[in-house]
């Protein structure tokens, strides 16, 4: 019996479980205990359409989770989305009165409207869920749920200030975008920590720090139309294509150096008559080769690791459409709105420090954060400051998302939701 005894506790010593307290254990075990039934729900919510403009599946989504918050003892209800054009969000409240107040982040639509021929999940082997949504993010919704639940079932939920918001409307955000983002913005108020629960880069070794932030920008340009034989002349100048390919060849040189700053044209029209139809993100352009250019419209995306960074960039693409060629005119705009930067931070990576910690102990291993070049615009960029600290990336390992291919790896359901709920725990005791 001795000679058992010392190979469990040499188990327990290799996998960190040595450093996990009596109430932590708990919390393992009533996760442990709802594994199953999560795995079930995430089939369910996957088989459920939430295409971002399938304002019923949407909220068909959400009622669902509703109802799972409110078993756990949580004020839960959707919120209309109306006022920004989309279904709505889901916001789960619970006011403790231990420790941080902590705000937890996730998103019930998917990129797969109803004409997606990407609609049910199958399982590619026992722990391979390929299916709709299912890294991006439903099985981060399930986690939030998991995590929660193993709170609940230690006695240690109704401590704690937790809010939690799952917007609708993550994968195509709705306008005006400072209502669309309300919710956030709002909780992040109130919240001293926020905790997103993206899918990261898809490994479970690392999360999220610091986020780019993504905008829009506009070039147009004019030149003069004439025949093609007066092209270079004083009185015709270049033409507006020529002055639009400077202006771009220019970006690139100038800035392509810069670490974590991208900006990509995305669409370029040009010729004798341009029309871009924003609604369609395309449009018309008519021209003949000998005529030359008059108009050139170029719309792209800038992304951004802080907004000192993309001011730096802005005033350098400024600067640069300002020295026209002969005969040219060209004038650049940036949306004002789009998703800020969340910047890292020393709380950020003291969080990392404390979640790195929970894992390791956990016997999962170290934790590192994701490259920003790795990580898109998210919803967790709207609590960039206003709150101490900040991570994402919580969610469920996959692949391929976005794609007919989308997976997720179910073995990482309870490790991702221990993991969270030990972060959690560990923060109402600092």
Not at 246 to 267: A, D, H, Q, V, W
Request: glycine share 10%; hydrophobic share 40%.
């Amino acid at each position: 019996m001795r000679s058992i005894a010392l190979v469990l506790l040499l188990f327990l010593f290799i996998n960190g479980y040595s450093q996990v307290s009596k109430v932590e254990s708990k919390i393992m075990k009533a996760i442990d205990a709802n594994e199953a039934a999560s795995v079930e729900l995430l089939k369910k919510l996957v088989n459920m359409n939430s295409g971002t403009m399938n304002f019923e599946g949407v909220k068909q989504v959400g009622n669902v989770l509703v109802e799972e918050f409110k078993k756990i003892g949580m004020d839960a209800k959707m919120v209309p989305g109306d006022a920004f054009g989309r279904a709505g969000h889901l916001i789960a409240t619970n006011n403790g009165s231990k420790g941080p107040k902590i705000m937890m982040i996730g998103h019930l639509d998917t990129v797969f409207e109803p004409s997606s021929p990407f609609q049910e999940y199958t399982m590619i082997n026992d722990s391979i869920m390929k299916a709709p949504g299912v890294a991006d993010m439903k099985g981060g919704d399930v986690i939030i749920l998991l995590a929660l639940k193993g709170l609940k079932e230690a006695g240690l939920l109704d401590k704690m200030t937790i809010e939690v918001v799952m917007t609708g409307d993550e994968e195509r955000s709705g306008a005006p975008l400072e209502l669309s983002k309300k919710a956030l913005t709002d909780a992040a108020d109130r919240a001293d920590i926020a905790l997103g629960f993206e899918n990261a880069d898809g490994k479970p070794k690392t999360i999220v720090t610091s986020r780019r932030g993504s905008s829009g920008w506009e070039l147009k340009v004019e030149g003069n139309a004439a025949h093609s034989s007066q092209i270079f002349t004083d009185k015709v100048g270049v033409g507006a294509i020529y002055e639009a390919s400077r202006i771009l060849n220019s970006f690139y040189k100038e800035l392509s150096t810069e670490e974590n700053l991208t900006f990509n044209p995305g669409t370029i029209l040009g010729g004798t008559a341009v029309e871009h139809d924003d609604s369609k993100s395309g449009g018309t352009a008519y021209g003949k080769t000998n005529v030359v250019a008059q108009d050139v419209i170029v719309k792209g995306d800038i992304r951004a690791v802080s907004l000192e960074q993309l001011d730096k960039a802005q005033r350098i693409m400024t600067e640069i459409v300002s020295k026209n060629y002969p005969g040219t005119k060209a004038t650049l705009t940036f949306d004002p709105g789009g998703y800020p930067p969340l910047a890292v931070t020393e709380g950020n990576e003291q969080l990392l420090k404390i979640y790195d910690e929970v894992s390791r102990n956990l016997g999962y291993g170290s934790v590192t954060a994701v490259n920003p070049r790795n990580a898109g615009a998210a919803d967790v960029s709207f609590t960039a400051g206003l709150v101490d600290m900040a991570v994402d990336g919580l969610g469920l390992s996959g692949a391929d998302d976005h794609t007919i291919n989308e997976t997720g790896n179910l073995n990482m359901l309870p490790v991702q939701a221990k993991r969270a709920a030990l972060l959690m725990y560990r923060l109402t005791k600092k």
